[in-house]
């Protein structure tokens, strides 16, 4: 969708793998979505539409993804939870993150 300048679509794909997977994704996302708005290909000024566009699949996206990845992780965890809320949490607020991978590698598969 991003080479071949649908953005519409590469929003809403960028957005369910930000929402699902990795919330690290939306700088790398983010940087390349600004990046096409700055550069000559997508002028501001001259294309609203695409603009509006845009931002119409960012919160289709928001919408759809952010309960869906809630339902199916709540129910495998046993629990209401959003994974990338959670690791927000952990690693922001609890200031936590140097926790993560302290184990001997061979615990990660056995545990």
Same mark, same amino acid.
């Given at each position: 969708?991003?080479?071949?300048?649908?953005?519409?679509?590469?929003?809403? /794909?960028?957005?369910? =793998?930000?929402?699902?997977?990795?919330?690290?994704? =939306?700088?790398?996302?983010?940087?390349?979505?600004?990046?096409?708005?700055?550069?000559?290909?997508?002028?501001?000024?001259?294309?609203?539409?695409?603009?509006?566009?845009?931002?119409?699949?960012? %919160?289709?996206?928001?919408?759809?993804?952010? !309960?869906?990845?809630?339902? %199916?992780?709540?129910? /495998?965890?046993?629990?209401?939870?959003? !994974?990338?809320?959670? %690791?927000?949490?952990?690693?922001?607020?609890?200031?936590?993150?140097?926790?993560?991978?302290?184990? !001997?590698?061979?615990?990660? /598969?056995?545990?």
């Amino acid at each position: 969708a991003y080479t071949s300048c649908q953005y519409g679509r590469f929003t809403a /794909f960028s957005a369910a =793998a930000i929402l699902i997977f990795r919330a690290e994704l =939306a700088g790398f996302l983010g940087i390349m979505l600004l990046y096409e708005i700055l550069n000559e290909r997508m002028y501001l000024w001259k294309n609203i539409n695409r603009i509006k566009e845009i931002f119409v699949s960012g %919160v289709i996206s928001l919408i759809v993804f952010i !309960p869906m990845t809630v339902i %199916v992780d709540s129910y /495998f965890w046993r629990r209401t939870l959003w !994974p990338e809320l959670e %690791v927000l949490h952990f690693n922001v607020v609890l200031n936590k993150s140097s926790e993560w991978g302290v184990m !001997p590698f061979l615990w990660y /598969f056995y545990s």
